[in-house]
């Protein structure tokens, strides 16, 4: 069996920079990809299709491993990677493909969620207090587009331990003008009353409505739930995960202990496990909306817009070489 090939030195280190979460928000980490997949086509020094495509599988490999449970990242891969053949050997018509699929790809990432949140944005009326949680771009876009309609809003932003995503969600609604409070997560049930709708994007959204994204969003929808608070998640077709169209559980990351404590306090404390898990799953039970480009669906609906998109089948063109 021949050795893989080196991905190109973009690719690892784009795929560094996603693992490290220096690249954030999945439709960041799709157009990170989907770039990173460019370059090594560019660039690439193949003399034969084959030797082409093998190299473009391996960065796609790279990237696909970074991180587990944000569904974005494969299906750039598979959209930039989808329905390249070898033909009769000509690499540089398989180059100019990857090219034009990476700029269609990353053309789309913008106009969908510029979709979304003029969809999203229909959900708010003057005056209304929103909750967020972690930071989502396509969240950002619902009450972007309310604000630029005129709609006047106001927002807690849970700050989202261990990683206090919610400072950039807060900078950003301060940029267009949202007054904000911002709140420790354990606060979250305490204020839920003084809000109208609490807002959260996703990592992915399997075939049953169930939605996962940043850990704690599971117990914050069941505190809105209670409150009679509706539940609004915002998330681009690309957070749609096929896989789940066949059974296949989402898997859930485990990060870096270190988040959450220093090794030096660690240390001092005494031997203790820790975990540190990502994300959560919220049962569609829990979900009033699911706001995409295509519109919006109650949960237990978003299968249909699923298979729409996918069919049936699960491609996973970076496994073979």
């Keep these: 069996m021949s050795t893989p090939p080196e991905p190109h030195p973009n690719v690892r280190e784009t795929a560094h920079r996603i693992a490290e979460m220096d690249v954030r928000g999945a439709a960041a980490i799709a157009d990170a990809a989907a770039a990173a997949l460019g370059v090594q086509a560019a660039e690439s020094d193949a003399d034969s299709s084959e030797a082409f495509q093998a190299a473009l599988h391996a960065a796609a490999r790279e990237l696909h491993d970074t991180r587990p449970t944000a569904v974005s990242l494969p299906n750039a891969l598979r959209y930039v990677l989808s329905g390249l053949d070898g033909g009769d050997g000509d690499v540089e018509a398989l180059r ?70 919610g400072h950039i969600t807060a900078g950003q609604l301060r940029e267009l003008g949202v007054p904000v409070t911002l709140i420790v997560d354990n606060a979250a049930h305490r204020l839920m009353n003084d809000v109208d709708h609490l807002l959260v994007g996703a990592d992915s959204i399997a075939a049953d409505g169930s939605v996962i994204n940043k850990i704690g969003t ?94 049936n089948g699960i491609s996973e063109p970076w496994e073979s070489v």
């Design 96 to 165: 100019r493909t990857v090219e034009r699929r990476v700029a269609r790809f990353q053309a789309g990432l913008d106009a969908a969620q510029d979709r979304l949140g003029g969809i999203g944005a229909g959900r708010f009326t003057d005056g209304d207090v929103v909750m967020t949680h972690c930071h989502s771009t396509d969240a950002i876009a619902c009450i972007e587009h309310a604000v630029d309609s005129g709609v006047e809003l106001e927002a807690v932003v849970k700050e989202t331990r261990p990683r206090n995503q």
């Design 218 to 311: 599971a117990g914050l929808a069941v505190s809105a739930r209670d409150r009679g608070v509706p539940i609004i998640v915002a998330a681009q077709s690309i957070k749609l995960d096929p896989r789940t169209l066949t059974g296949a559980a989402v898997t859930i990351e485990e990060r870096n202990p270190e988040e959450v404590i220093d090794a030096g306090t660690r240390a001092e404390i005494g031997e203790i496990g820790v975990a540190n898990p990502a994300f959560d799953v919220t049962p569609p039970r829990h979900v009033d909306a699911i706001v995409t480009e295509h519109g919006q669906f109650p949960p237990e609906s978003v299968v249909v817009l699923m298979r729409e998109l996918f069919g």
